[in-house]
């Protein structure tokens, strides 16, 4: 192991320059280039070798306005965020009646010529009710960005749909509102993104672990926690080891495009899996920092792995609730490949909002997470024999093979139906 405890000061400088330097780094955007470039900056910096820059193709939904105003509540523009993927409305927007709609009646109802109001939905059970418009209420003070399967591009799947908090959303109940008026215009593209990667080797053993955390965010503003925090800690961790082996490798992997569905890491998986036959384990850094929040380490593996991560969290007295998990986003693509893994994330709750600033973030949870996620690789990574097995059930193999979208190949998104 290297010479270096974890610094959280040296962690959050990684997030002052994500957040205030680069900012946004939605997909295929100048900015998710230039967080690649510099993660590699530091990467080499450290001196690691095998430092790698891969390109691979992804969609993107790129906004180019969006707007929700209703008469009932003098007119005023309500704070919302578009879904992405879904459809636009017409270049001078739409205004229609309003109705409030059970989740359940979205599936089987007609709604001709209305913009329908609904909780805890997703536009895609909207499909082909004729609606002009949806507006979904977040459980949350404040809306929240989402971003639909790209695949629901296709002609007729999502109406154009906005999200809005839960007070607004009872505020136009309330007030018996009859009509609003909204605007949603997004354009459907295909992009360039990156993955970035280096190796520090094993000193006597082909077999590595895997520490990965993506680097883009959604379109929409906050950036901090989710997940410049995650990749501060992922920098970190790599600066301590850097000076010191192993005696199996590590991998550090940065993704793009996670937040379009995990398209980078599900790339790079299709692109390495020959060489993942050596991997052990993955350990996925989404969500660090955040002063107000609470540390996951969700299990997908053997039972050994939970027992193993929550012992050291009682040795280090690491506050995290320990669970198994059925996997998800940039762990499902090891874990279809029979990879154990842990999701180690530290809940916030400003995530896809422009509330996700880095003046929310802390020092001291920086420090800790990197510390448990250096303790945990240089435990496995050094024991002669790891302190669990490398297996995943396969009832999980399957489910997360299912997750995974098929038109993702080596080379990326591959759609042939997207506009």
Avoid at 174 to 182: G, V
Avoid at 230 to 256: D, K, N, P, Q, T
Wanted: hydrophobic fraction near 35%; charge should be negative.
């Amino acid at each position: 192991m290297g010479d270096h405890r974890a610094s959280g000061a040296t962690a959050f400088e990684h997030i002052d320059y994500l957040c205030n330097v680069i900012g946004d780094r939605y997909v295929g955007t100048d900015g998710e280039r230039r967080a690649a470039e510099y993660i590699a900056s530091q990467l080499r910096g450290y001196g690691l070798t095998h430092v790698v820059v891969e390109e691979f193709n992804a969609p993107q939904s790129l906004i180019e306005g969006f707007e929700l105003r209703v008469p009932g509540l003098g007119g005023r523009i309500i704070d919302c965020y578009p879904y992405g993927f879904c459809a636009s409305t017409h270049e001078e927007g739409v205004r229609a009646r309003l109705e409030v709609a059970d989740p359940v009646e979205l599936r089987s109802k007609d709604f001709d010529g209305s913009i329908v109001l609904a909780a805890q939905v997703s536009p895609l059970e909207a499909a082909s009710r004729g609606l002009e418009g949806l507006l979904v209420a977040d459980m949350t003070p404040w809306p929240t960005y989402h971003s639909l399967p790209p695949s629901s591009t296709r002609e007729g799947l999502a109406p154009p749909s906005l999200s809005i908090s839960l007070p607004d959303a009872y505020a136009i109940i309330s007030e018996r509102t009859l009509s609003a008026y909204m605007r949603l215009r997004q354009r459907i593209a295909e992009a360039k993104s990156v993955n970035v990667s280096a190796y520090l080797p094993g000193m006597s053993s082909e077999q590595f672990v895997v520490l990965c955390a993506h680097f883009d965010t959604v379109p929409v503003g906050g950036c901090g926690a989710d997940n410049a925090g995650g990749v501060a800690v992922l920098l970190e961790v790599a600066r301590c080891l850097a000076s010191g082996r192993l005696r199996r490798g590590v991998l550090f992997l940065a993704f793009g495009a996670e937040e379009v569905g995990s398209i980078g890491a599900a790339a790079y998986a299709k692109r390495h899996e020959p060489e993942l036959a050596d991997c052990r384990f993955v350990m996925n850094l989404d969500g660090g920092g955040a002063l107000l929040g609470r540390n996951f380490l969700r299990t997908t593996g053997p039972e050994q792995l939970r027992a193993f991560a929550s012992a050291l969290t009682e040795r280090l007295r690491y506050p995290a609730v320990v669970s198994p998990s059925p996997g998800g986003d940039d762990t499902l693509p090891f874990n279809a490949l029979g990879i154990p893994s842990i999701y180690h994330n530290r809940n916030h709750y400003n995530t896809h909002s422009h509330r996700d600033s880095s003046t929310l973030l802390g020092i001291e949870p920086l420090r800790r997470q990197a510390e448990y996620t250096l303790e945990f690789l240089t435990a496995v990574g050094n024991s002669e024999e790891p302190p669990f097995s490398r297996e995943v059930p396969e009832e999980l193999i399957q489910q997360a093979r299912k997750a995974l979208m098929p038109c993702i190949g080596p080379e990326g998104y591959s759609n042939p139906g997207l506009r």
